[in-house]
């Protein structure tokens, strides 16, 4: 039997989104959230409830939907209700790398099993959509990592102002029964039984302008998020912020803590000295970015041990061969061939 999940609420997201993709999709939400114990009772604040009832709320929404897949209505429906401050940096980002901050915001107050990753090689960027629920199977949550990655998507085409950011869509389940309609809704080659959920896109589009840039505005909004985080009684790991950036900036695996101190608009000392107060040190969580990137790396082929090396920042492939024996306890050749086998 498998481990139950905690009882501590958790915010329902966008319920008038839920609402709106119910109506899409042909049915009424009201008599789910009624069954599962959920009373929306003023809609001016954010709803709670119990991390059971909110997935077994879902469950239900996907098998009553008729006309449209759920998951994907909710998605491209699905709007920051109660969280103007999300809005207002989205419209001041310059840059889809920039919004791509917003992932660890949203985890702190609305998914906090959500993790949302941005991988980068050769022509192409990866967005990954990561779900870790305690104690539960990841392959339960399937439809919700499809509402994450219809979100996303739209999100970025609505930033972009264009339909066409996607090459392809890639997904860690089985092919479900009718796969032309993932490949319709998301316009792209949709591809199964992959070893993460990803949205592909053309790198050049994370940092190509979308915006007059205005410092100014995009300051404030950072502002206003982190006051609403605090209101919300999030707490900020500065821990987290450091992976964050080495995920989304891998050129920081090549620098040092200055420039990823500069990255999250911190004095080197001051990040220095609140990684002490965690009783962590830079270079251990550089590691084991570098290791995580290595990996991911590793499993494309076409990609050279010496442009692996040479994008963790290694002196050569034979420093590089060194310090992935320390971390995995193999070569990364005999690696690359065991998960390619």
């Given at each position: 039997?498998q481990p139950?999940l ?7 997201p ?10 899409v999709?042909?049915f ?7 069954e599962?114990?959920?009373?929306p009772?003023d809609?001016q604040v ?10 077994k709320?879902f469950?239900?929404c996907v098998?009553?939907?008729?006309t449209?897949h759920?998951?994907f209505a909710?998605?491209?429906n699905?709007?920051f ?17 920039e919004i791509l901050?917003?992932?660890?915001w ?5 998914t906090?099993?959500m993790?949302?990753?941005l991988d ?7 967005v ?6 305690p104690?539960?199977?990841?392959r339960?949550f399937?439809h919700?990592r ?5 979100a996303?998507?739209?999100?970025l085409r609505?930033a972009a102002?264009?339909?066409?950011v ?6 860690a389940?089985?092919a479900p029964?009718?796969?032309?309609k993932?490949t319709?809704?998301?316009?792209v080659p949709?591809?199964?039984n992959e ?7 053309d790198?050049?589009?994370l940092?190509?302008p979308?915006n007059a840039p205005l ?6 909004a950072?502002q206003r998020?982190e ?5 919300e009684?999030?707490?900020r ?9 080495l995920?989304?900036?891998p ?6 803590l200055?420039a ?7 004095h080197?000392?001051?990040l220095?000295?609140r ?6 040190k ?5 590691s ?11 499993r494309?082929?076409?990609?050279s ?6 994008e963790l ?8 061969t060194?310090?992935f024996?320390?971390w995995?306890?193999?070569s990364p050749s005999?690696?690359?061939t065991s998960i390619?086998?």
């Open positions: 039997m139950r905690s009882s501590s609420p958790v915010p329902v966008a319920l008038a989104s839920w609402r709106q993709a119910a109506s999709c042909g009424t939400i009201d008599p789910v959230l009624r599962v114990g959920i009373n009772h809609p954010p709803l709670r409830v119990p991390p059971a009832s909110l997935f709320a469950s239900m098998e009553r939907a008729r449209h759920f998951p909710l998605g491209e699905f709007v209700e109660h969280f103007a401050e999300f809005d207002a940096f989205l419209d001041s980002c310059t840059t889809l790398r901050e917003l992932a660890g949203a985890r702190e107050v609305l906090p099993w993790n949302v990753r980068e090689f050769g022509a192409e960027a990866h990954r959509v990561v779900m870790t629920v104690g539960q199977d990841p339960e399937c919700v499809e509402v994450l990655l219809a996303i998507n739209q999100l609505r102002h264009s339909a066409h996607l090459l392809s869509v890639r997904m389940g089985p029964a009718h796969p032309e993932y319709e809704h998301f316009g949709v591809t199964f070893d993460a959920d990803a949205l592909v896109m790198r050049r589009w940092d190509q979308l410092p100014q505005a995009l300051t404030e950072r998020i006051r609403r985080l605090s209101q009684g999030a707490e790991h500065i821990v987290d912020e450091v992976r964050w950036a995920e989304r900036r050129e920081l695996l090549r620098e040092g200055e990823t101190a500069a990255a999250l608009g911190l080197p000392r001051t220095q000295r990684l002490q107060a965690d009783g962590v830079y270079v251990d969580i550089q084991e970015a570098k290791c995580h990137r290595a990996q991911i790396m590793l494309r082929r076409a990609i041990m010496e442009s692996i090396s040479a920042g290694f002196s050569d492939r034979r420093a590089f060194f310090a024996k320390r995995m306890g193999m005999v690696y690359r390619c086998a």
